[in-house]
């Protein structure tokens, strides 16, 4: 099942060269055209990987977490929070490009990444600690609803920011270059071996409360850490490639109509399905109207909605089993 | 409702005598007894052009876009040209209501018996005929000496250009998508007035979301951009390469002037000398 | 000594409760409650509904916090590591709302769960853990289905799994809330005898049971009603019969039938 999904994404990956705007035979003829498109696909293609593996195993982690298959990674108000961090820091920027200085450095990326955390710890602090999910959940809701009017309070301060916030929103993977590659992959690791190791809990859970705390499982500190490392993946992603939407949320459900399995395996391979599904939105987003280039977003919806739909289909017509 | 409101106006407007008529960018006839002196504009360069016909001080109200002349900015602000604040409007009992045939207040605001002209200025040949007829409607007959001035400006910008600078490749970057403004588009026209040649051919559209990957292939010698959005340029992968980059050849406008750059309004001019500074600054080795 | 010996040796009881005091939200449920649960044995507790039953047995497990104490073969529970916990004592609770996550779940796989507290972090399973699923599954019959998706499963089938997920911790301790749900006649009759098993082999069995005569076919029943323990007595005894019936308000008779007690509505 694994070798499947992985075959999958090795004969994408051979496909990157012929992406583009040019045929890649022309490519051979000018070596320094090469070297520069290398420079920028090559890192283009793998951070889309990247990024929708980092999200593709945040999803997959939020649907054990809250027992719900419709749980998706921005679950938490990451993506309100990273999209006034990016609001804030437009704003701060409009006003002189020298008088933050550690704003400036810090980036709009920089900027993503600490909104979304900062309101997953929102999130937590409202709900008082991550015992009772339903308050999760709520206090989710609240802290995305809350951040994202002040977001639209910043944008519509001037049709600038209005236009840059869109733009981030969407989502893009135009501007992944190596370094935005190496961070994800960093934490991408990090958050993989964490989930996997963490995901007996997600089963147990599976079962009902009482019958894991039964079992032994320290099920605060397990379940903060499985928050933590769902913060950490999505942030990563959102700061590097905006808001994505559906990866997180059909990269797990595609697995899971493949193949049954337990939590630690459908994490690695909701990673897998969803670094897979970008990859391809990434590809077709440079191709089809090239040298424009469509919304990564908008295609990710497509591939994995009308894979979905077309399941629900299948499934109507068997009948529904049990 | 729709049909009460317009038996209403209707009503109303048989006890006018028709002095001016004209025809919006809708193709809707608009009928005035006589001149507005309450106007009230929901587009920043539709503010501009009322100014520029000398007819400042009949504004009453604006969008909070609007911003030059800095006297607008002491006017109530009714909201955006997107999402105006219907009440704020009504409010100021305006003569004639000015917006963009994007707005979406045009049909509550016609309901409520005022009168709407919808212009939008998209080019260089828009802004004339913008110009004409806020003339017809305003009843400045200088209207066309105006354009004249504006134009003349324009071309004074191009030749006042040294010889070098023609056929210099510009990208020109709207905003962080990257979105660039195409030759078909108010910043290609002026650029193209200017001499210069936009490596995002029309056939990609006005403001296409282009791949990264074809500016770098495109290699441009100048980039103008502003200052928001410039934040990082060097640092996109692959662009370190680009001729622009590595020599420098970056004009990063600030917010005002890229107000002036954006809006294709009477002040076609000053944007024209913008670019033609940058031009002669940066284009030369 | 072996764990039979040990168990019928010792006058430890298996569970203590001291004054024990529950509330489940605002309302308080338990009401100083003084139980002592012996090991060795198969002891049902009993009463109407919202007597406090699942509560209790929640609260012996260590589930819930209560006040009063609450000891596990003379040591308070609190005081026990939370892994020894796990490994001596398996809780089987009400199925229904919640299980429905597990659905894709292998029925091997969630009976694997239950070996959690034996197994060594992030280790694979062991030879030891697959021998204890293997006889669980064998013990609920459901072995068969080992490669099955839990949600392919009749409600009977599931509650076997769950069953065999409890065994499979082969702790000294069993509580189970509702065990029978779902489950016909003939493998009710398969869960009493695998329950008299353990029993026989020293582990000690706590279950909440509507089925009366199931009940009475244990050890000892505790009855309970209105969150108080009316009585705890042997099975046999008239005493607890008389317990039993007026709990019911005198709508149930105890019979002997065929060398069974048998609990019957008027």
Same mark, same amino acid.
């Given at each position: 099942?694994?070798?499947?999904?992985?075959?999958?994404?090795?004969?994408?990956?051979?496909?990157?060269?012929?992406?583009?705007?040019?045929?890649?035979?022309?490519?051979?003829?000018?070596?320094?055209?090469?070297?520069?498109?290398?420079?920028?696909?090559?890192?283009?293609?793998?951070?889309?990987?990247?990024?929708?593996?980092?999200?593709?195993?945040?999803?997959?982690?939020? +649907?054990?977490?809250?027992?719900?298959? %419709?749980?998706?990674?921005?679950?938490?108000?990451?993506?309100?929070?990273?999209?006034?961090?990016?609001?804030?820091? %437009?704003?701060?920027?409009?006003?002189?490009?020298?008088?933050? +200085?550690?704003?400036?450095?810090?980036?709009?990326?920089?900027?993503?990444?600490?909104?979304?955390?900062?309101?997953?710890?929102?999130?937590?602090?409202?709900?008082?600690?991550?015992?009772?999910?339903?308050?999760?959940?709520?206090?989710?809701?609240?802290?995305?609803?809350?951040?994202?009017?002040?977001?639209?309070?910043?944008?519509?301060?001037?049709?600038?920011?209005?236009?840059?916030? $869109?733009?981030?929103?969407?989502?893009? $993977?135009?501007?992944?270059?190596?370094?935005?590659?190496?961070?994800?992959?960093?934490?991408?690791?990090?958050?993989?071996?964490?989930?996997?190791?963490?995901?007996?809990?997600?089963?147990?859970?599976?079962?009902?409360?009482?019958?894991?705390?039964?079992?032994?499982?320290?099920?605060?500190?397990?379940?903060?850490?499985?928050?933590?490392?769902?913060?950490?993946?999505?942030?990563?992603?959102?700061? +590097?490639?905006?808001?994505?939407?559906?990866?997180?949320?059909?990269?797990?459900?595609?697995?899971?109509?493949?193949?049954?399995?337990?939590?630690?395996?459908?994490?690695?391979?909701?990673?897998?399905?969803?670094?897979?599904?970008?990859?391809?939105?990434?590809?077709?987003?440079?191709?089809?109207?090239?040298?424009?280039?469509?919304?990564?977003?908008?295609?990710?919806?497509?591939?994995?909605?009308?894979?979905?739909?077309?399941?629900?289909?299948?499934?109507?017509?068997?009948?529904?089993?049990? | 409702?729709?049909?009460?409101?317009?038996?209403?106006?209707?009503?109303?407007?048989?006890?006018?005598?028709?002095?001016?008529?004209?025809?919006?960018?809708?193709?809707?006839?608009?009928?005035?007894?006589?001149?507005?002196?309450?106007?009230?504009?929901?587009?920043?360069?539709?503010?501009?052009?009322?100014?520029?016909?000398?007819?400042?001080?009949?504004?009453?109200?604006?969008?909070?876009?609007?911003?030059?002349?800095?006297?607008?900015?002491?006017?109530?602000?009714?909201?955006?040209?997107?999402?105006?604040?219907?009440?704020?409007?009504?409010?100021?009992?305006?003569?004639?209501?000015?917006?963009?045939?994007?707005?979406?207040?045009?049909?509550?605001?016609?309901?409520?018996?005022?009168?709407?002209? &919808?212009?939008?200025?998209?080019?260089?040949?828009?802004?004339?005929?913008?110009?004409?007829?806020?003339?017809?409607?305003?009843?400045?007959?200088?209207?066309?000496?105006?354009?004249?001035?504006?134009?003349?400006?324009?071309?004074?910008?191009?030749?006042?250009?040294?010889?070098?600078?023609?056929?210099?490749?510009?990208?020109?970057?709207?905003?962080?998508?990257?979105?660039?403004?195409?030759?078909?588009?108010?910043?290609?026209?002026?650029?193209?007035?200017?001499?210069?040649?936009?490596?995002?051919?029309?056939?990609?559209?006005?403001?296409?979301?282009?791949?990264?990957?074809?500016?770098?292939?495109?290699?441009?010698?100048?980039?103008?951009?502003?200052?928001?959005?410039?934040?990082?340029?060097?640092?996109?992968?692959?662009?370190?390469?680009?001729?622009?980059?590595?020599?420098?050849?970056?004009?990063?406008?600030?917010?005002?002037?890229?107000? &002036?750059?954006?809006?294709?309004?009477?002040?076609?001019?000053?944007?024209?000398?913008?670019?033609?500074?940058?031009?002669?600054?940066?284009?030369?080795? | 000594?072996?764990?039979?010996?040990?168990?019928?040796?010792?006058?430890?009881?298996?569970?203590?409760?001291?004054?024990?005091?529950?509330?489940?939200?605002?309302?308080?449920?338990?009401?100083?409650?003084?139980?002592?649960?012996?090991?060795?044995?198969?002891?049902?507790?009993?009463?109407?509904?919202?007597?406090?039953?699942?509560?209790?047995?929640?609260?012996?497990?260590?589930?819930?916090?209560?006040?009063?104490?609450?000891?596990?073969?003379?040591?308070?529970?609190?005081?026990?590591?939370?892994?020894? !916990?796990?490994? !001596?004592?398996?809780?089987?609770?009400?199925?229904?709302?919640?299980?429905?996550?597990?659905?894709?779940?292998?029925?091997?796989?969630?009976?694997?769960?239950?070996?959690?507290?034996?197994?060594?972090?992030?280790?694979?399973?062991?030879?030891?853990?697959?021998?204890?699923?293997?006889?669980?599954?064998?013990?609920?019959?459901?072995?068969?289905?080992?490669?099955?998706?839990?949600?392919?499963?009749?409600?009977?089938?599931?509650?076997?799994?769950?069953?065999?997920?409890?065994?499979?911790?082969?702790?000294?301790?069993?509580?189970?809330?509702?065990?029978?749900?779902?489950?016909?006649?003939?493998?009710?009759?398969?869960?009493?005898?695998?329950?008299?098993?353990?029993?026989?082999?020293?582990?000690?069995?706590?279950?909440?049971?509507?089925?009366?005569?199931?009940?009475?076919?244990?050890?000892?029943?505790?009855?309970?009603?209105?969150?108080?323990?009316?009585?705890?007595?042997?099975?046999?005894?008239?005493?607890?019969?008389?317990?039993?019936?007026?709990?019911?308000?005198?709508?149930?008779?105890?019979?002997?039938?065929?060398?069974?007690?048998?609990?019957?509505?008027?």
């Amino acid at each position: 099942m694994l070798l499947v999904a992985a075959l999958l994404l090795l004969a994408l990956g051979a496909g990157i060269g012929s992406t583009g705007f040019d045929s890649i035979w022309r490519l051979r003829d000018d070596p320094v055209a090469l070297q520069i498109v290398r420079d920028i696909r090559l890192p283009r293609t793998l951070g889309a990987w990247l990024a929708g593996a980092l999200l593709g195993l945040a999803g997959a982690v939020a +649907q054990g977490l809250f027992r719900n298959p %419709l749980a998706d990674p921005y679950l938490l108000g990451s993506a309100s929070g990273a999209s006034m961090g990016v609001a804030v820091a %437009l704003l701060l920027f409009g006003t002189s490009p020298t008088s933050t +200085q550690w704003v400036v450095r810090l980036g709009l990326t920089g900027a993503a990444f600490v909104g979304a955390v900062l309101a997953v710890l929102l999130t937590l602090t409202l709900a008082r600690g991550v015992q009772q999910t339903l308050r999760l959940l709520l206090a989710g809701v609240i802290v995305g609803v809350v951040l994202g009017a002040v977001k639209d309070l910043i944008s519509i301060a001037s049709v600038d920011i209005m236009q840059a916030l $869109t733009g981030f929103m969407l989502g893009s $993977t135009g501007l992944l270059g190596w370094g935005a590659c190496g961070v994800m992959a960093a934490l991408g690791a990090a958050c993989l071996l964490l989930g996997w190791a963490l995901a007996p809990l997600l089963d147990a859970l599976a079962l009902g409360e009482a019958t894991a705390r039964s079992l032994g499982l320290p099920l605060p500190a397990m379940r903060a850490a499985l928050v933590g490392v769902l913060a950490l993946a999505t942030g990563a992603a959102v700061a +590097q490639t905006g808001l994505i939407a559906f990866v997180g949320l059909a990269a797990p459900h595609l697995v899971r109509s493949i193949v049954k399995t337990t939590h630690a395996r459908l994490i690695v391979l909701s990673a897998l399905m969803g670094g897979l599904l970008l990859m391809a939105a990434d590809l077709g987003a440079r191709w089809l109207i090239a040298p424009q280039e469509l919304p990564v977003g908008v295609l990710t919806a497509v591939l994995g909605g009308s894979y979905l739909l077309w399941l629900m289909h299948r499934r109507g017509a068997r009948g529904g089993a049990a | 409702m729709k049909r009460w409101a317009m038996l209403c106006c209707a009503w109303l407007a048989a006890f006018a005598v028709q002095a001016t008529e004209l025809r919006d960018d809708r193709g809707v006839a608009v009928q005035l007894a006589a001149p507005p002196q309450r106007i009230v504009s929901l587009l920043p360069s539709l503010t501009e052009s009322v100014c520029a016909l000398g007819a400042c001080a009949r504004l009453v109200g604006v969008d909070r876009y609007s911003n030059w002349p800095a006297s607008v900015r002491a006017l109530p602000q009714t909201g955006g040209g997107i999402d105006p604040n219907v009440e704020a409007i009504v409010a100021l009992r305006p003569d004639v209501v000015l917006l963009a045939g994007s707005s979406r207040g045009i049909d509550r605001l016609e309901a409520l018996c005022l009168k709407v002209v &919808v212009l939008e200025p998209k080019n260089h040949a828009d802004v004339q005929r913008v110009l004409d007829k806020l003339g017809t409607l305003l009843g400045v007959r200088d209207a066309p000496a105006v354009w004249r001035s504006i134009d003349a400006a324009v071309d004074a910008a191009a030749q006042s250009l040294p010889p070098g600078v023609q056929h210099t490749r510009v990208y020109f970057e709207v905003n962080n998508g990257p979105y660039a403004a195409g030759e078909s588009s108010f910043m290609g026209e002026t650029l193209r007035r200017l001499g210069a040649k936009n490596i995002v051919p029309a056939a990609l559209g006005p403001f296409p979301k282009l791949n990264p990957e074809f500016v770098v292939r495109a290699n441009p010698d100048l980039i103008m951009v502003s200052q928001r959005s410039a934040q990082g340029m060097e640092q996109r992968p692959g662009w370190a390469g680009i001729r622009a980059v590595r020599e420098g050849r970056i004009c990063r406008f600030t917010p005002d002037q890229s107000d &002036v750059l954006v809006r294709p309004g009477p002040r076609m001019a000053e944007a024209a000398r913008l670019m033609a500074q940058c031009l002669a600054d940066k284009a030369l080795p | 000594m072996s764990a039979l010996e040990q168990a019928r040796a010792t006058t430890l009881p298996a569970l203590e409760a001291r004054g024990v005091h529950a509330r489940l939200g605002d309302s308080p449920v338990l009401h100083g409650i003084d139980l002592a649960l012996a090991a060795g044995r198969w002891t049902s507790i009993v009463g109407p509904n919202g007597a406090g039953k699942s509560t209790l047995l929640k609260v012996l497990a260590g589930l819930l916090p209560h006040g009063g104490e609450v000891r596990l073969w003379g040591s308070p529970l609190a005081e026990v590591p939370r892994r020894q !916990r796990a490994q !001596r004592v398996a809780w089987l609770g009400q199925g229904g709302a919640g299980e429905s996550s597990a659905d894709d779940l292998m029925v091997h796989d969630v009976v694997m769960l239950g070996r959690l507290p034996h197994q060594r972090w992030l280790a694979a399973p062991s030879a030891a853990d697959l021998a204890a699923v293997e006889r669980a599954l064998r013990s609920t019959q459901a072995w068969d289905w080992r490669a099955r998706p839990l949600g392919q499963l009749s409600g009977g089938g599931r509650q076997r799994v769950l069953l065999a997920r409890a065994l499979a911790l082969e702790a000294q301790l069993l509580l189970m809330d509702e065990p029978l749900a779902n489950l016909d006649p003939p493998h009710q009759a398969d869960w009493m005898d695998t329950m008299r098993a353990l029993v026989a082999q020293g582990s000690t069995v706590v279950s909440v049971l509507h089925e009366l005569s199931m009940a009475l076919a244990g050890d000892a029943l505790v009855v309970m009603a209105g969150g108080r323990v009316l009585h705890h007595g042997a099975c046999e005894a008239p005493a607890t019969h008389a317990a039993l019936e007026s709990v019911f308000d005198q709508r149930v008779q105890v019979h002997r039938v065929a060398g069974h007690w048998l609990a019957v509505p008027r």
